[in-house]
């Protein structure tokens, strides 16, 4: 297997107690989150004397994953001194309002966009965090288990947006005298941002970047990621590091494709998608398809598809599209250029909004054949599930996903070739048309990181690989080491590594360890049934081998 090289590493200190505020410190980045996975995003910075964060996201995915929410932060967030927000989706700010609840009570520094759409993000994160906990408290103390309070409300949610500070593109910001920062447009959502961090400390300047998650060249909508030039350290993400994705032009065809021919079949199209970016550029490519081909069986799918009602089922994807119509400056120059026409890329005849629970369930009730479009795009939470129990087991249906599904994840296992699946304690068959169009999703993929780490100018001295699985980080840390001839490191959970200008160094481990990631727990599952298995052979033929064997003996064996 690849192992990533590290440079200047001494033997780090093992310890379980909470981070402790070191004062005047070499710069120190200490990794908690997004460590070979997908979710968690939160990075602890020590430098000029100060202590912020890079994210606070929750964790997602499956149970034991999700149970880390609930844990103590290996910090004390009274101590931190401001935040550093990338942007808005959950696995990077679902955490903030229990930080908030736990003493942190100082500035959130984040694109203005971002800020719009963490006011309602947050607060509907708090609110499933409420129904959640309800349910799964009625299965607590029907087991003789005691009730556990929500991981935060959707009223805590509203208190820790009066922290956010909102910024724009392109303007450096001194936090400190000590410590600047700039925004950059990632690309991946709106008001996503790649973060330049300068910090001036013993007589010397030194530069971090944080990509935050990078979006692709030819995102509907949004601008391309902003290339940076120059850089000390890169802390990177690599979801899409060991893949690439189909080409604009080729996902159009096959969703036009997909779509049409389950219309036709008297089906529904179930697309899970994620409220916030996903939603927004299907809205987009359902009213600019139109425009790829003008050849005969074109013509004909794309009036099957303009026939057809396009429902958005998600009043956090409503609210979202609402923060997109009002931050129309953020887009791209082709999508700005429509919009002066008069095509607005988010309107179009046959698209309708359900808002009320009511309006939901019709939905399922209509035997007309439709689009629905409804979050969480991992299957996890949201109106999705009640579509999925009524589409899923129907052969004319197809469920069509578009975005990354986390291991452990209800998208994951259908995606996966999941012949059942429990929905609502519900065991529902898997007879639907299962499709995924991996090129809609926001994260640039192999090349389009590969892009960004060609396009600085002075290269970074070591790169910092997160926010991916395991393998997808070894495939793209082999890659930039052997073609880019730069430094990797994969940072495991409760790494502290310290940045000085010509080296880099791990001094400190948290002993404390997160679930094992699903490839793990398979090859450990399998390890534990090869010994079964071994154990039943000996045992077998022990038994096999006894003279004094009696038929109903054998029988016994058999059974």
């Not at 880390?68 to 931190?80: G, K, L, M, S, T």
């Not at 998608?273 to 081909?293: C, D, P």
Request: contains cysteine; glycine residues 6%.
């Amino acid at each position: 297997m690849f192992i990533l090289k590290k440079t200047h590493i001494d033997n780090p200190k093992e310890d379980d107690e909470k981070i402790n505020c070191k004062g005047d410190i070499r710069m120190n980045i200490i990794f908690l989150g997004a460590t070979k996975t997908v979710t968690g995003s939160n990075y602890l910075v020590e430098a000029a004397g100060k202590k912020f964060l890079v994210d606070c996201g929750m964790w997602q995915g499956k149970a034991e994953l999700e149970e880390e929410n609930f844990q103590e932060f290996d910090f004390n967030p009274a101590e931190i001194d401001f935040m550093l927000l990338t942007h808005a989706h959950i696995d990077h700010s679902g955490r903030i309002p229990k930080l908030y609840n736990e003493g942190f009570k100082n500035k959130i520094y984040a694109h203005k966009a971002t800020c719009d759409l963490c006011t309602l993000m947050l607060p509907d994160s708090g609110h499933i965090q409420e129904m959640e906990v309800e349910w799964k408290n009625r299965k607590r103390i029907r087991k003789g288990e005691k009730p556990r309070d929500p991981l935060y409300t959707a009223e805590d949610a509203v208190r820790c947006l009066e922290l956010f500070e909102p910024v724009k593109y392109d303007e450096i910001i001194e936090i400190t005298p000590e410590i600047h920062v700039r925004f950059n447009d990632a690309g991946h959502m709106l008001g996503s941002s790649v973060i330049e961090l300068w910090v001036d400390e013993d007589g010397k300047r030194t530069k971090t970047v944080f990509s935050g998650d990078l979006g692709n060249n030819d995102n509907p909508i949004l601008s391309e990621p902003t290339m940076i030039e120059d850089a000390d350290f890169l802390v990177m993400e690599s979801t899409y590091g060991s893949r690439k994705h189909i080409k604009n032009d080729q996902k159009a065809e096959m969703f036009l494709d997909i779509v049409s021919e389950t219309l036709d079949n008297k089906g529904t199209v179930v697309i899970p998608s994620f409220a916030v970016g996903r939603t927004q550029e299907i809205l987009y490519e359902l009213n600019k398809i139109k425009e790829t081909k003008d050849d005969e069986k074109f013509i004909k799918e794309y009036e099957t598809l303009m026939k057809a009602p396009v429902y958005v089922d998600s009043p956090l994807a409503i609210s979202a599209t609402e923060v997109f119509k009002e931050n129309m400056d953020l887009f791209d120059e082709e999508t700005q250029e429509e919009i002066k026409k008069g095509d607005h890329p988010l309107e179009f005849p046959g698209l309708k909004f359900t808002t009320t629970a009511d309006e939901s369930k019709a939905l399922n009730e209509n035997p007309e054949p439709c689009i629905i479009i409804s979050a969480s795009g991992m299957c996890e939470v949201g109106r999705i599930k009640h579509h999925l129990k009524h589409n899923l087991w129907n052969p004319n249906s197809t469920i069509l996903f578009v975005g990354y599904q986390a291991p452990g994840t209800l998208g994951y296992n259908i995606v996966n070739g999941a012949k059942k699946v429990k929905i609502f304690g519900e065991e529902i068959a898997v007879n639907a048309r299962i499709e995924y169009i991996e090129g809609y999703s926001g994260h640039a993929d192999q090349d389009g990181l590969m892009n960004f780490v060609y396009s600085f100018i002075k290269k970074p001295k070591q790169v910092f690989l997160i926010h991916g699985e395991e393998e997808s980080q070894e495939v793209l840390g082999e890659k930039i080491e052997n073609e880019v001839q730069l430094p990797v490191i994969i940072p495991n959970y409760g790494e502290t590594y310290e940045l000085e200008q010509e080296n880099v160094q791990l001094t400190h481990k948290l002993t404390r360890q997160l679930p094992v990631d699903m490839k793990s727990e398979v090859l450990k599952r399998l390890e534990k049934l090869k010994a079964e298995i071994q154990d039943m052979d000996t045992s077998v033929k022990e038994d096999m081998n006894n003279k004094e064997l009696r038929d109903e003996d054998i029988y016994r064996i058999n059974e």
